[in-house]
């Protein structure tokens, strides 16, 4: 019984040893971890940010450089970067042994050229997003929303962009103002009515094979809006 008794004293005191060692180790990681999220040392020492178009990186480092690594509001810089509707797609890395950050950013690319409604050109992605003023664009007229144009614009003046330096020439501006009732206004060629945008690409290929048989120069309107059927208006 004495023997029985003394082990089970053993076995307390190692419980107690173990308890104390736990608790000690705990409080030694809870009091690290606290110097170390409240602690002025452990810094933002380096940011690398890929080269950008549209972002200003500058900013970005200066908010990042000399933060705490541990208290750094990803989510929220993550979401500002991201609000900027010319961002595509937008990853934060934290390197905390290296005190690094590492941001990479994927910008949108300029597609086609918009001239918006009683507004200036622009260039826009393949979505329609508007990025950036233009010298010029040969499609006018385009409605923009909430920072962007609508796919119709983006590839009407995709189609007008293939069309060579006589066409452009012959017709420097595609007035869609009405999206329904596309009009070209030519020099010294006859007015287009080409109906609506969508039919855009269409109705540019009939027109090429018009030119190349007969021209087109002894008319002065070319009506496409009747379905199926092509009126060509001579000249007085």
Request: glycine share 8%; proline share 4%.
């Amino acid at each position: 019984m004495r023997g029985l008794a003394q082990a089970r004293a053993r076995d307390r005191q190692r419980l107690k040893g173990f308890l104390r060692g736990a608790c000690l180790f705990f409080a030694v990681a809870i009091l690290l971890f606290v110097i170390l999220r409240w602690g002025g040392w452990w810094r933002v020492r380096e940011v690398r940010i890929p080269a950008t178009r549209y972002l200003a990186t500058e900013k970005l480092t200066g908010f990042l450089l000399g933060a705490n690594v541990l208290r750094l509001e990803l989510r929220a810089l993550h979401s500002a970067i991201q609000g900027d509707i010319r961002v595509l797609k937008a990853e934060i890395r934290v390197r905390p042994l290296a005190q690094r950050v590492e941001l990479m950013i994927v910008e949108r690319t300029p597609e086609v050229t918009v001239g918006l409604r009683d507004g200036p050109a622009v260039w826009v992605d393949a979505q329609g997003v508007i990025l950036e003023p233009a010298e010029r664009a040969w499609l006018v007229g385009a409605v923009a929303e909430n920072g962007r144009v609508s796919g119709a614009y983006v590839n009407a003046a995709r189609v007008l962009g293939e069309l060579d330096a006589v066409w452009r020439a012959r017709y420097p501006v595609v007035d869609a103002s009405d999206p329904r009732e596309v009009v070209a206004r030519g020099k010294d060629a006859p007015t287009l009515l080409l109906g609506p945008i969508g039919q855009l690409g269409s109705r540019l290929a009939i027109l090429r094979l018009l030119w190349e048989r007969e021209g087109l120069g002894k008319y002065a309107v070319v009506d496409f809006r009747l379905e199926d059927e092509l009126i060509l208006k001579r000249k007085r």
